[in-house]
């Protein structure tokens, strides 16, 4: 089975080993960042298969990042989770607009975390 690769993003060092702990122990490849633009820049290089990242963050937001992905050829339909705080609620619409396919208030469990990963690869494999 091929290895599937996960971009996590979150300028809270703490979350982004704790989740890339998680997901790289379940056999997942694992890329970080610590802000947007270089998120951003990495999902160009490493072509990931699901990005995992906050709403907040120095340079680019995450929103900020999906609407830059969703805007670049070859990343209109990447599944994207999205990390919020209490408080910085996603409204409806714009998780359908952006097609984010599922956000996340902190604190959250990396277990739960790793099912969502987990659930959004397989139905996207299967559609």
């Known amino acids: 089975m091929e ?14 080993q704790v989740v890339a702990m998680k997901l790289r122990n379940n056999g997942f490849e694992v890329i ?12 160009c290089v490493e072509k990931p298969d699901i990005v995992v990242t906050d709403y907040q963050m120095p340079g680019m937001t995450g929103i900020e990042l999906v609407e830059k992905l969703r805007s670049t050829e070859g990343f209109e339909d990447i599944p994207v989770i999205i990390l919020t705080a209490r408080g910085f609620a996603i409204e409806q619409d714009q998780q359908e607009d952006l097609n984010i396919a599922e956000y996340l208030s902190k604190p959250f469990s990396p277990k739960e975390l790793l099912s969502h990963v987990e659930n959004i690869l397989k139905s996207s494999a299967v559609s």
């Open 32 to 43: 970080t960042a610590d802000n947007g633009i270089d998120a951003y820049d990495r999902c």
């Open 3 to 16: 290895t599937r690769k996960v971009l996590v993003a979150d300028d809270e060092i703490h979350i982004v």
